[in-house]
Each structure stands twice: as C-alpha cells, then as structure tokens.
C-alpha cells in the first residue's frame, strides 16, 4: 500500500509519513502523538479504539491508514468544542460513569454516533448498538444512564 | 511550632514507629540534610520509615541500614505551598477505584481544606512513601487513616503558626476551608500564607485527633472523582500513553508454549526491516521499532525453533490439583430428619483482562531508570524485580505508576516494566513495552483454577452441625464460614498450578463462597427451608444478618415471582466487608440461555467514605463477578492458552448486565474497611442458586453456564 502523507485528525491536517497498511490506531497514538484513541485487543472485539471518520463510527486498530484517505477523521480530542464538552462527555461526568476509564474514550465516541442516529433511544437500542464496546469495570448501568442523560440534555428524549 | 535542623528532626522520632503500618526493611532513599532541602519552604508533614524501631517491634527481619534508634530515612507526606495548594504524597496506586478521590476526601476532612485545593501524588518511587502496593481492599483502612493522621498533624501545626502570627491564644483558633480563622476578631488567614516562605516539619503525632466519622462533611459525601474531566477529553495519559523524545517502541519474542526453550534463532530478515533493531540476551529475544506496528512486524519475522515439553491437558486438571481422586457425592438422610451431604465444587482459570495491557516507558539516564508502567507493586517492581533483572541497587530506579487502565490484581508484577527496560538498555533509547491482548492472556497470571470438597450435616432443627470444608489450590481468602457453626473445619491444600497463577479480586474468597453458598443453598433446599431464613438460623453475626435483612426487603425476596425466573441469595464476610447478595435470573426455555436480571446487593464496609463510589465498585463487581460466574473460562492444553483473544474469552457486555442495586448500610460508629473486592464474592452463589431455583438443576462448576443451560433430556 502507497505512502500517507497527510491525514485530517479532528479538523487539522497532519503531515506524515506512514505505510498504509498500518492501522490508523498506531499511526494515530505513535506517529501523531494523538493518545486518547485506546489500544485493547487489536481485533475489533472491545471497542477501545472507536473513532469517526465522516461520522461513521470505525475500529482504528482493524482500519488501514491507507484506506482513509482525505476523510475527516474525529477522536475523543476533537468532541470538545470552544471548550464546551459534548453533552455526551459531560453526561459521563455527572453519571459518574467511569471507573478506570480506559474505555471511556470508545464508549463516548460509540455513543455519540448513536444519540446522532437515535437521538431518543430505548435501553434495548443502547444495550444493542454498545454491546461491542468492553467495560470491565463493569460500569454498563451507569453509561447507559449517561447516554439517556445526554439524549435528554441534546433535547432528544421524548419523556 | 518546632524550627527544625537535623538534629531536632531526629529527636522527635523514636516514640513514633508504632503508629505506622510500614514494613521493614526498604531501602534508604535519601540522607535528611538533602531530603530537606529539597522540600524546599512551606509546612511539611513528614514520618520516619519504621525501619530500626518497627523491625524491633515486629520482630521482622529486613536489611538494616544505620543503627538502632537512629532513623535516617524520612517520608514526606503532605506539602502545604505557599499558594495555599496541599499536596499528599501516597504510594498507593489508582487503578479505577477512585482512591484519588477518597483519600483526597481523607485529607480535606481533616484539614479542612476544599477538595480543589488538594492534589494528590501517588505511587512515584522516588516521591512517595514505601507502600507494599496496592491490594488486599487496604487503602481506605489503612492509608486512608494515615493521612488523616498527617491532615490532622498539619491542621495542629498551622493552628500554632496562627496562634504565633496574631498572638493570640491557640484556643481561640478554629481552622476551616483552608483558612485558620479567629472568630472573636473576623480574622482569618489563608494555610499557603501562613506556611509560605518558611522551612517547617511537622512529625505525625500519636495524640492527634481526627474527627469522628459521626461529624465528617467532606468524607462521607459523593464527591465526584477528582480528575473525572481528564478522562472524558482523552486527556490522561495512562503508561501506555506516555511518550519520550527518540523513543522507539519494543517488543519480545514469545515461545510457543510455558517452559518452551529457544533452540536456534534467525533475525536476518527482521534485523534488515528499516528502523528496527533486534536484542538478544540469552533467550531474551526483542525488538524495537519506530511504531508499535512495526515493532510488531518485525518481531513475527523472527525465525525461532523451541525445544518444548508435553504438558498437562485441561481435562486431567481438577484431578490433579486434588492429587487424585475426591470422595463420591452423596446426600444422606437420617432417622431423626437431619442431613448429612457430600459435594464437590470446581472453578476454571480465568483471565483478569484489564483493558489497558501490561504497558511501560523505559527510560536510562546516567546510569538510572526511570519507567512508567501501569502497576499495583511499583516499591515491588523497583527492590524485587528491578534488582533482580539488573543486579543494581534500588536507588537506581525509579517507578512511576500513572493512574491505570485497571488492574484486578493482575499487575502486581513488573514484567513489561523489566522488558521495556532491557530493550532500552540495549538501544540506549526510551523504549514503550505495550503488551498485546493475546501477550495479556498468555504471559500474565490467572486466577487459580481450584477444586473444593464439602461435607456437612444440618439438623431437622435447620441449624448447620457440622462443617468440613477442603480447598484445593485456589487459596485461603473468605474459606471461614460466617456462620455459627461448631468446630468448623477448613482447609486450603496448595497443588502444583500448570498454568501461571495469582492474584485476582477478592482472592479466593470468590471461589470459597461460590462452594459455601451453594452447598448452603442446598442444605435449605434439602429440608424445605427458605434460604434465607435457613441462614439467618445460622447467623450470629449481627453486621451480616443486617445486611441479610436489608438486601432481602429492596430485593422484595419471598414477594410475587415471575413465571421462568429463578432467586437466589448468598451471603458473605471478607476484608472486613459484609455482603448480601440477590441475584433474579431467567432461563429462556427454548434457547437455554441464561441471563440476570437483577442484582441487589447489600453491603457493609464501616463508615462510608463516599457512597457514590462505593455503590460504583459494588456495581461493577457485581458485573465483573458475573462473568466468572456464569461463562469466563481459560482453555488451555499442552503448555498453550488455546483461547487468548477477546473474540473467543467471552466477558461480560452491556448485554449481559443486570440491574443492579446497591443498598448501603452506612456504619459512622465503625472505621472504614476497604470495599474493592468483597463485593465480588456473592454474585457466583446467589446466580447459581437462582438457576436452581429455576430449573431445578444445581450447578457444582464456575463458569456455571458458558454455553447456557442444556434442555432436559
């Protein structure tokens, strides 16, 4: 696979020099320096390394550098706006949300394409469109309290 | 107020030692006139290692280092700046169970001073006091009281300094938010500026007094964890996310199976990859890279053939930790209504998987490592390991533990920490060891695998008569029965493990309360009894019948049922925590599986330092519990994890959790136990006897259902 030479990580254009093969997540953690995006098991099974590109939510540790493109790409780092936190963010920090915290960054950035696609979603849909990001912490009850807070902040929820 | 020199700083010490619970024997880090110096000015509170004074009261052995009664090691505790910011120095490590928070609780309750004002230093070799590490559900209990012994100690001293500066009587002082104030004239005075610009050291006195947790404010409430927004912008950097100028990123050559031995090797091709160096020291075989990718690639270039042995298969393990064969299952019933019943319970290795993997940065300089890794040992690491793999002195590393991806027990030792090391040894450049998921399975430690045979005799009277408890190989943790039972008798028989084991969340005591709970469950099922009324026959124990009756009202235990759910509860003491556990399960009777539903958990741990975070580690262990409890296993056969991805260890997901509720049974008129891992113990029993309950079928073996339950028939 060709050379990347540029990639678009949360609205600045990044110059480097990375095989395409390589996954966006090494390239992303090691060459830019870019660390919130986890690495937890290399295969696409917990989701620790969920970000955007285009919005669409990808596994950047299975996802070929060379295969992005000029597409914008979104990590945790870019959710933040004027220093305003995603209501989703903020929802995790009055839900308490995290224990560790490892895999706040995936589950965040799941979450947030899902209150885009469903912005008023059921515990059923949550359970159903997260159930491929791990916390081992355990802390499903309280994330899934805090994609609801934020649906709800977002203006999404219905009740 | 004591102006201090070196030598008044030694008077002060000797009658000291008892209050602190550190053990013997560290190494000496800094002579006084240098540690003070640089400490720089502001009020210090600091205690001296229990080395020469403690050795004699615990009798312990230990290296000595200067004499008897002549302490030259000191510990800073807190710092308070001259800009009014306290900073407490504890070698415990956060893992995720908000220690960060509670022990700043700790401190600001004491002072008092607001949260914001506090900072924390945690697990830093060279900043720290010594700590054993961070295990064994210690931290509230014993570091936790510690600090509010330092918070107390310099809350008295800037009482003093106050007392000097307006010359007034000390009495007349109070000290609140921060601020000493003077009441009767509306003065008050910031700590930074009544500490500022002096050199002062307090030492930790045996008659300071804390506040009763009876009229705590800040301890006892939900404060929210200290650096929550760091971690919802991706902005803390764990171990694995550190970086250092130069720095390449390393990884080592696994043989194929435990015990495997290189027999020839060939770099050629991986040595010839651009950017890549290989190292070899012995059968030591790594690489480093410019991206962990890299690194990666070149290492599977590696041609390696390895001398291997036969090794034991799964199916011959719950034989072989016994040492043959167990006495036959039986239940027998007596003339006079009473029981006697004969099981055998088993419980699979499983995997900790923290989602971050065993991590480090490596870096020397002249002569000195300094590492990042994500540890709950770093003093461990650093004097065993360290100087072990280096033959240096412990003064030549330094261990720094960044607050980390989770742990579970799983990282108490250094490996990747040492790995990271070499390989930046050999390249003379920062080296990042991230362990990959597949390493994380294979190269860690597990928790034990165990078997355990139970023999017991209830009466028609439902009181437990006698109790005959063996555990083979899984440990000694929460093996006591907390019931009132005569002459109870139990025992842990140590087996040679084929599979590298430790410690995992609550020890044993998992595995000890599922067989318990389970043959207890029984006992009451074989004489018609209620389960819980069955044990609250069987329990004195006041704390623990509380939390019984307490779970059992939220949980609305002997309320309406619904139709193809099954209850089940079992109880618990460990670690100074007392727990109920109630657990509703269904049982799809087409598919077979398996699911909870809901979990209630009562739990009493003393006085709550803060009850959101408490409920947070009840919740979780509950989850995490479950995973055991139900499908984790290690598969392994010959000497391999045959198993060691996510895709085939199945952990519990959002799909898998109940609802959970944590009722709180807040003991201000106790201290404070530690609550990290007891709330584990009861979830395996309570899912297992709901299952039961629901099918009929008792389930003897953790995991219970991996593959849900099989249809009659």
């Known amino acids: 696979m ?11 254009r990044h110059p480097l020099h990375a095989d395409g093969d390589r996954p966006l997540l090494s390239v992303l953690r090691d060459d830019l320096g870019i660390t919130g995006t986890k690495f937890g098991c290399g295969e696409g099974q917990c989701g620790a390394c969920t970000v955007h590109v285009e919005g669409v939510p990808i596994r950047s540790c299975l996802t070929p550098v060379g295969a992005i493109g000029p597409q914008r790409i979104t990590t945790i780092e870019g959710l933040e706006k004027d ?34 696609k469903n912005p008023d979603p059921t515990d059923e849909e949550i359970v159903r469109f997260m159930d491929g990001n791990i916390c081992r912490c355990g802390v499903y009850p309280r994330i899934l309290g805090a994609i609801k807070r934020a649906a709800k902040a977002m203006g999404g929820a219905r009740t | 107020m004591t102006k201090v020199t070196s030598s008044s700083v030694q008077e002060l010490y000797p ?29 210090v509170v600091l205690c001296v290692s229990p080395r020469a004074g403690a050795q004699a009261e615990s009798g312990g052995g230990g290296r000595r280092r200067g004499g008897q009664g002549r302490p030259t090691n000191l510990d800073a505790w807190l710092k308070v700046e001259p800009d009014g910011t306290v900073t407490f120095f504890t070698g415990k490590a956060e893992v995720g169970q908000n220690i960060r928070t509670s022990l700043t609780q700790a401190v600001a309750e004491e002072l008092p001073a607001p949260i914001g004002s506090i900072r924390a230093v945690m697990a830093d070799t060279d900043l720290t006091p010594y700590d054993m590490g961070t295990f064994g559900s210690r931290s509230t209990p014993d570091m936790g009281l510690q600090l509010r012994r330092v918070a107390a ?38 700590f930074g500026e009544l500490a500022a610009g002096r050199q002062l050291v307090r030492t930790i006195s045996a008659e300071t007094v804390l506040r009763p947790a009876t009229q705590w404010r800040i301890a006892g409430t939900s404060v929210p964890k200290v650096d929550a927004r760091e971690f919802v912008t991706g902005g803390h950097r764990y171990a694995s996310d550190m970086a250092l100028p130069g720095m390449l990123f390393g990884r080592v050559l696994r043989p194929p199976s435990y015990g495997a031995t290189l027999d020839s090797l060939d770099t050629a091709r991986a040595g010839a990859m651009p950017g890549v160096r290989v190292v070899r020291d012995g059968d030591f075989v790594g690489v480093v890279a410019p991206s962990s990718h890299e690194a990666s690639r070149a290492v599977a270039a590696i041609g390696a053939t390895w001398k291997t042995h036969a090794q034991m298969s799964e199916s011959e393990l719950f034989r072989a930790l016994r040492g043959g064969d167990g006495p036959p299952d039986g239940l027998v019933r007596e003339a006079d209504g009473g029981i006697t019943l004969r099981r055998t319970y088993t419980m699979a290795y499983i995997a900790h998987v923290p989602l971050e993997p065993r991590a480090a940065v490596a870096a020397w300089k002249d002569g000195k490592l300094t590492v990042w890794t994500g540890s709950q040992r770093p003093f461990g690491i650093r004097d065993e390991e360290m100087t072990a793999a280096f033959g240096l002195a412990p003064e030549r590393f330094r261990v720094i533990v960044p607050d980390t991806g989770s742990g579970y027990g799983g990282k108490h030792t250094g490996l990747a920490a040492i790995e990271a090391a070499r390989l930046s040894r050999a390249v003379d450049r920062p080296v990042k060891m991230v362990w990959s998921r597949e390493e994380e399975f294979t190269w860690a430690y597990l928790r034990p695998a165990g078997v355990i045979d139970v023999a017991s005799r209830a009466g028609a009277d439902g009181r437990i008569a006698s109790w005959d408890f063996h555990n083979y190989n899984s440990g000694n943790a929460g093996i006591e029965p907390p019931y009132a039972i005569p002459g109870p008798k139990t025992q842990f028989h140590r087996s040679d493990s084929p599979l590298p084991q430790g410690s995992y969340r609550s020890l044993a005591a998992a595995a000890n309360h599922f067989a318990r709970e389970s043959h207890v469950d029984e006992l009451a099922g074989e004489l018609k009894l209620d389960p819980l009324e069955f044990r609250l026959r069987n329990i004195e124990n006041p704390r623990l019948r509380d939390v019984a009756e307490a779970g059992a009202r939220a949980f609305g235990w002997g309320g309406p049922r619904t139709a193809g759910r099954g209850r089940g509860m079992a109880v618990g003491v460990d670690k100074g925590g007392h727990v109920a556990t109630f657990a509703e399960v269904a049982v799809d009777a087409e598919s077979g599986r398996v699911g909870a539903v809901r979990v209630v958990q009562a739990f009493d741990c003393g006085a709550v330092v803060n009850p959101d ?11 995490q519990g479950l995973g055991g409890a139900l499908f984790e296993a290690i598969h392994f056969g010959n000497g391999q994890i045959v198993n060691p991805h996510l895709s085939a260890y199945r952990v519990p997901r959002f799909s898998d959790a109940p609802q959970v509720e944590i009722v709180l049974v807040d003991r201000r008129d106790l201290p404070s136990a530690g609550a990290g891992e007891t709330g584990l113990v009861g979830i395996a029993p309570a899912l297992g006897n709901a299952i039961c309950d629901a099918t009929g079928v008792r389930l003897r073996s953790m995991p219970l259902v991996p593959d849900g339950m099989r249809r009659p028939g």
């Open chain 2, 15 to 43: 009658e000291q030692y008892e209050l602190f619970r550190l053990p013997a024997g560290r190494p000496v880090r800094f002579r006084r006139r240098e540690f003070l110096k640089l400490l720089g000015t502001g009020l």
């Open chain 1, 2 to 12: 060709p050379v990347v030479s540029e990639l678009n990580v949360n609205g600045v």
């Open chain 1, 83 to 116: 220093g305003r936190l995603h209501p989703l963010q903020q929802a995790f920090l009055d839900e308490g949300a995290m224990q560790c915290a490892y895999c706040t960054s995936g589950m965040i950035m799941s979450g947030v394409v899902l209150l885009a």
């Open chain 2, 153 to 190: 100690t310099a809350r008295e001293a800037l009482l003093d300094l106050a007392a000097a500066h307006w010359s007034v009587d000390r009495a007349s002082l109070s000290a609140a938010d921060g601020k000493v104030v003077h009441s009767a004239s509306g003065r008050s005075v910031g």
């Open chain 2, 613 to 623: 975070h408490l409920k947070l580690q009840l919740e979780g262990a509950v989850v």
